[in-house]
C-alpha cells in the first residue's frame, strides 16, 4: 500500500472517506465556525489525506454545501408530516427543539460567507423558505384565516430564537412556543360551539 492510499495516521483509507470528511466537516464547522476550519485540520479529524478529500470535494465550498444539504438535525424531519398531530399541533412541534441540538447551520453559514451568490448562501435560502412554505401550508390546513402571515411570522420565530440561543447560550425555544402558540390561537378562528338539539316536547 502506498502512502496516498492512506490517511495522515497512517489508517486505510475505505470507502468512508467520503463519510468521515462529511462528519468532520458537521463537528468542526459547527464547533468553530467555517471560516475558522481549515482544510488540514478537516482532514486529520477526518483521518484522510488532502489527496483523498479533494477526490471527493474539489473545494472547501463544495464542502460546505454538501454540509448543508445532508445537515439533519432530527427537528424538522419529519414534523409535517406526522399524522398523529392536528395541523396545529404540528406548528406547535416545530417549536420543540432538544437542548442538546446543534443551532440552526444555515444561519451561521449565511452569516459568515458574507456572500450571498456563493452556492451555500443560496442553499440556505432555499432551505429557509422551503420551511416557511411548510408553515403556510400546515397553517392552511389549520384553518388559519392568513396563512400565509402566520407561517412567516413563525419562521421568523424560529429563527429568532435559534440566533438568540446561540448569543446567550441560553435556551429560547420554550419562550418562542409559547409565543408561536399565542400566534396560532389568534390566526386560526375557534370552532363554533355545537348546538343542542332543541327539545320539541
Known amino acids: 500500500m502506498t502512502e496516498s492510499e492512506k490517511g495522515p495516521l497512517g489508517r486505510r483509507r475505505g470507502r468512508g472517506a467520503r463519510e468521515r470528511i462529511l462528519s468532520a466537516s458537521q463537528q468542526l464547522f459547527r464547533d468553530q465556525g467555517i471560516n475558522r476550519t481549515g482544510m488540514d485540520q478537516l482532514c486529520a479529524v477526518a483521518q484522510v489525506s488532502k489527496r483523498t478529500a479533494y477526490q471527493h470535494f474539489a473545494s472547501k465550498d463544495e464542502l460546505l454545501t454538501e454540509y448543508l444539504r445532508r445537515f439533519d438535525p432530527d427537528v424538522m424531519a419529519g414534523v409535517f408530516d406526522r399524522t398523529d398531530l392536528t395541523p396545529r399541533e404540528r406548528l406547535l412541534a416545530a417549536f420543540e427543539i432538544p437542548a442538546a441540538t446543534p443551532l440552526c447551520p444555515y444561519i451561521a453559514a449565511a452569516v459568515e460567507l458574507h456572500d450571498p451568490q456563493h452556492p451555500a448562501s443560496q442553499y440556505a435560502r ?3 423558505t422551503a420551511i416557511a412554505a411548510r408553515l403556510t401550508e400546515t ?3 389549520a384553518g388559519a384565516t ?3 402571515q402566520l407561517g412567516e411570522q413563525l419562521a421568523l420565530l424560529i429563527d429568532g430564537a435559534s440566533a438568540r440561543t446561540r448569543v446567550l447560550n441560553s435556551e429560547s425555544f420554550p419562550t418562542a412556543a409559547a409565543i408561536a402558540a399565542v400566534l396560532i390561537d389568534n390566526a386560526i378562528p375557534a370552532s363554533p ?3 343542542q338539539p332543541s327539545d320539541d316536547r
Request: glycine share 0%.
Open 146 to 148: 392568513n396563512p400565509e
Open 126 to 128: 432555499d432551505y429557509k
Open 139 to 141: 397553517a392552511r390546513e
Open 193 to 195: 360551539p355545537r348546538r
